[in-house]
């Protein structure tokens, strides 16, 4: 039997390992490819110009010139439980196959969507390749539990084996001259995007703690963005590291590149296994903190009106270009929350959906959590300090002047704290603090001490089961932050 197929791109923004994509193929007579604009994001979610200009971008990586083929990526705007059953009748579909979403939302929507392809006739077949592995998997492998520390957590992997290897994009039998020039864009925009492999020194050598969240050039790959819309395929990046690491001495995770897939694989078998994951109530494995509710606050931090430098600059960043580095994603984390300002972590995400690229509901919920040492990680005394942890790495404050150009004339001993210069300083470099630019929202020194003792109160009020567990992912925890450390100071 031949069949008229929908192949519906969802994140899989690729034809190179869409092994759902390959099943579409299989016996094809028409194939449909299909985006859909699910009115649920813009209505649920808060996406800034920065992603939809990223998602446009890379749906034309996915489209073809319309003068030499006569099929495109078909773009349809409604809700898929409504657009689709059309489409089956409109096209007389016969099959529709997908990759696999995790998310909450994704998993109702696509058991609401294969129940009425039954109604339709419309066989459905759904293929894992956004993760490395099968979550559900990993999950049932950890005694149906997730696993809540990243040791454990590799424990269970290493147990199953070596990811799967990625299956070879459609050839130009298998296409039949429908998707021959999409695959020839994509071809291109994959050799610009991960050419980085062939540096293999600098792949060898990576090491999360070594790089640095206030250099003027990106000091990591700079990818997520398109392993989030899977633009780039996860097992691909792993497997191709893998070619690099062979026979050489290279870093390990947690560190290495290898380490950051399996942080995000971590994040999406927790996110699939523990109830309410983005929130506080009814979280199970959060710690419930009686954080302060001040919208003034809020607002001085994501506009970047806090009056330190370091995080201004790194919301400036964000703001402009959606993308900031892992450490600065720290450093603003830890301030909003148990550092400095005490507020919900939950608002942090919200504005992180909102403006960065790279926005990840497993992934924003789960490094929030973190951050916030709400969960994962519980060494809630050991805050990032909004003047310090910038010089580490930025003495000369460069990054600084470059997103607060109003301080770009403070000599270098004041930059992170330019409410200390000299009131003549101040007029020499043209910018009064509390004029030209805020002074502080809160004294440093004082309010982090007091919202460490407020993180020690609320974990004393959790029950003796709750602190047992804290207690052994505490002792984890502090391995792999000693670690980081350690590396940090080399």
């Avoid at 404050?397 to 150009?405: C, H, V």
Wanted: charged share 25%.
């Amino acid at each position: 039997m031949s069949h008229n197929s929908i192949h519906w791109f969802r994140k899989g923004l690729r034809l190179h390992d869409n092994p759902a994509l390959l099943a579409a193929l299989e016996d094809c007579r028409h194939i449909y490819p299909l985006f859909l604009l699910d009115p649920w994001y813009p209505n649920n979610t808060r996406i800034a110009n920065n992603r939809w200009r990223f998602l446009i971008e890379a749906l034309r990586d996915l489209d073809s010139s319309p003068k030499k083929l006569n099929s495109r990526l078909f773009v349809v705007s409604g809700p898929p439980t409504e657009v689709l059953p059309k489409l089956f009748e409109k096209w007389k579909i016969t099959r529709l196959t997908f990759e696999v979403d995790t998310e909450p939302y994704s998993q109702s929507r696509d058991k609401e969507v294969m129940k009425l392809a039954k109604e339709y006739g419309v066989e459905v077949i759904p293929k894992i390749s956004h993760t490395l592995y099968n979550i559900d998997r990993i999950i049932d492998k950890n005694n149906c539990k997730p696993p809540m520390t990243y040791v454990r957590f590799q424990s269970v992997v290493k147990a199953i084996g070596p990811p799967k290897k990625p299956v070879p994009a459609p050839t130009k039998e298998d296409l039949k001259g429908i998707f021959l020039d999409i695959m020839l864009n994509e071809k291109r925009l994959l050799l610009e995007k991960i050419d980085f492999v062939f540096l293999q020194a600098w792949v060898c050598k990576f090491e999360k703690p070594q790089t640095s969240p206030n250099s003027l050039s990106p000091s990591t790959t700079v990818l997520s963005p398109y392993v989030r819309f899977g633009c780039l395929s996860a097992r691909t990046f792993w497997w191709r590291l893998t070619d690099v690491y062979r026979g050489k001495k290279h870093s390990e995770p947690p560190v290495s590149l290898h380490g950051q897939l399996l942080w995000r694989e971590f994040f999406y078998t927790t996110a699939v296994g523990i109830p309410n994951f983005n929130r506080m109530e009814g979280n199970p494995h959060c710690v419930q903190v009686d954080w302060d509710n001040n919208p003034e606050h809020l607002a001085a931090w994501r506009e970047a009106r806090t009056g330190f430098p370091f995080i201004d600059a790194i919301m400036t960043q964000l703001r402009q270009e959606g993308w900031i580095h892992h450490l600065a994603r720290h450093a603003v984390a830890c301030f909003l929350t148990r550092g400095d300002l005490w507020i919900s972590w939950e608002e942090g995400q919200k504005v992180f959906e909102k403006l960065l690229l790279d926005a990840d509901w497993s992934l924003n919920a789960g490094n929030w959590q973190w951050l916030s040492a709400s969960a994962f990680f519980h060494q809630y005394f050991r805050v990032y300090s909004p003047i310090a942890f910038g010089k580490k790495t930025d003495k000369y404050g460069d990054y600084i002047k470059k997103y607060l150009p109003v301080l770009r004339k403070f000599p270098a001993e004041y930059i992170y704290e330019p409410w200390k210069a000299p009131l003549s300083i101040q007029e020499r470099a043209g910018c009064i603090v509390g004029k030209d630019y805020p002074r502080p929202i809160v004294e440093h020194e004082v309010v982090h001490k007091k919202n460490i003792q407020r993180m020690k109160a609320a974990y004393a009020k959790r029950s003796p089961e709750d602190n047992t567990i804290t207690k052994g992912v505490k002792r984890k925890a502090t391995s792999i932050l000693d670690m980081f450390e350690k590396k940090s100071k080399r």
